[in-house]
Nanobody
């Protein structure tokens, strides 16, 4: 079994910064990709930033230049540094991981979500 545990959400004023962290643990053989998604009330879940194992990154247009995703492969963690936050960034943020388990299955996992609220 695999778990993703997130931390770092909270309330911040517009223009402020937050850092989200996610740690994967359990029966992990390798992590193929990690990413952050978000879901605002009444909206579909959307990709915010992704990072495959090769080190490349991709970002939603709405966060380019403001958010930075990073991974620590040795610790099986992924972080999202969010700067210049806007009220429209308010959402529940979810960690995602594409993992090959120790029983040789490739599976996708989600964290429990962490609330980010940006006040104007």
């Amino acid at each position: 079994q695999v778990q993703l545990v997130e931390s770092g959400g909270g309330l911040v004023q517009a223009g402020g910064s937050l850092t989200l962290s996610c740690a994967a643990s359990g029966r992990i053989d390798s992590i193929n990709a990690m990413a952050w998604y978000r879901q605002a009330p009444g909206k579909q879940r959307e990709l915010v930033a992704g990072m495959p194992s090769g080190g490349s990154t991709n970002y939603a247009d709405s966060v380019k230049g403001r958010f930075t995703i990073s991974r620590d492969n040795a610790k099986d963690t992924v972080s999202l540094q969010m700067n210049s936050l806007k009220p429209e960034d308010t959402a529940v943020y979810y960690c995602y991981a594409d993992i090959t388990t120790t029983w040789r299955r490739r599976l996708q996992y989600w964290g429990q979500g962490t609330q980010v609220t940006v006040s104007s």
